[in-house]
């Protein structure tokens, strides 16, 4: 029989989603290498070139370097390329913890749900009223009253994904308590927390993870959202989104501005939600047992 790694491997989604995701996650780390230079650097000597053109930039420090720029530069002078290289970044940052948040949060109260039927009562109902709430007014909501920065914007995206997450734990708790194992383990009085930390989170640990794919893809795709109204991170801060809400105002004349950083954000999101269905049919133990 192959191991969990083999079939996780042969999956053609999971090897196409982790491939890309790895290709997106080396080119942020390695920005500085890749022949960039300060994305937030601006010279008006170089307004809407071309891509593939080359000149002088002038940096912040005062120096000058002949610089390519090899996916044009914008109406403020600054380099798409370096803008684009640096923004996966944040947009991986934002996904990943945004993913980690949602799961914490959605996690525990999953499980109070579905262990402690007085709470139940209260909680779902809650989360039920959040749920009705679009989740990128909610997002927006958020944004403007906490204020635009990294752990703001993480906060605002994770929060309407907890009721999502909550939903699941709960529905996989309320079958997971009725088990022989659980049952044995509160007949010797072991404590709540034991028992919802030893037998029942190692049991729901699979679909959460498919499920934190899902919220990080998300993530990414409601982030530029957010910056592409205006709404998200700073102008100054490179994001994809940021990248494509500058450009759309010359879009005519530098149509490459909006559509290179689309070039990276369409296949990241893909990435992950391939990698998440992969993961769904490889961890759903009917799948195992019919490829192995």
């Known amino acids: ?18 491939v890309v995701l790895l290709l997106v996650l080396g080119m942020s780390l390695a920005a500085p290498w890749l022949g960039t230079v300060d994305p937030a650097a601006m010279d008006a000597n170089v307004i809407n070139r071309a891509a593939g053109q080359s000149g002088a930039f002038h940096l912040p420090d005062g120096s000058v370097v002949q610089h390519t720029f090899w996916l044009g530069t914008d109406n403020f002078g600054r380099d798409v390329y370096s803008r684009v290289m640096y923004g996966g970044r944040i947009s991986l940052v934002v996904g990943i913890c945004t993913s980690l948040l949602a799961l914490s949060l959605g996690g525990v109260c999953g499980m109070l749900a579905g262990y402690f039927r007085r709470v139940d009562a209260v909680l779902m109902r809650f989360m039920d009223g959040l749920m009705a709430i679009p989740a990128v007014l909610l997002a927006i909501a958020l944004v403007a009253v906490l204020g635009a920065n990294v752990a703001t914007v993480v906060v605002a995206i994770a929060i309407p994904e907890v009721p999502r997450v909550t939903r699941l734990v709960r529905s996989l708790v309320l079958s997971l308590r009725e088990e022989a194992y659980v049952e044995a383990a509160r007949a010797l009085a072991t404590p709540t927390v034991v028992i919802l930390w030893r037998h ?16 990080a893809a998300s993530a ?6 957010l910056s592409f109204l205006g709404l998200g991170l700073p102008p100054d801060v490179p994001t994809w989104g940021n990248i ?15 559509l290179f950083p689309a070039l990276f954000l369409v296949p990241t999101v893909l990435a992950i939600n391939l990698l998440g269905d992969g993961l769904r049919d490889v961890l759903d133990p009917k799948f195992a047992k019919r490829v192995g």
């Open 1 to 18: 029989m192959a191991t969990l790694q083999q079939r996780l491997w042969d999956h053609g989604s999971v090897r196409f989603g982790a």
């Open 200 to 215: 029942v989170l190692p049991n729901a640990m699979a679909p959460l993870l498919v499920q934190g794919t899902f919220v």
């Open 220 to 225: 990414v795709l409601t982030e530029a959202i």
């Open 244 to 258: 494509m809400a500058e450009g759309r105002v010359q879009f005519s004349m530098q149509p490459g501005n909006v």
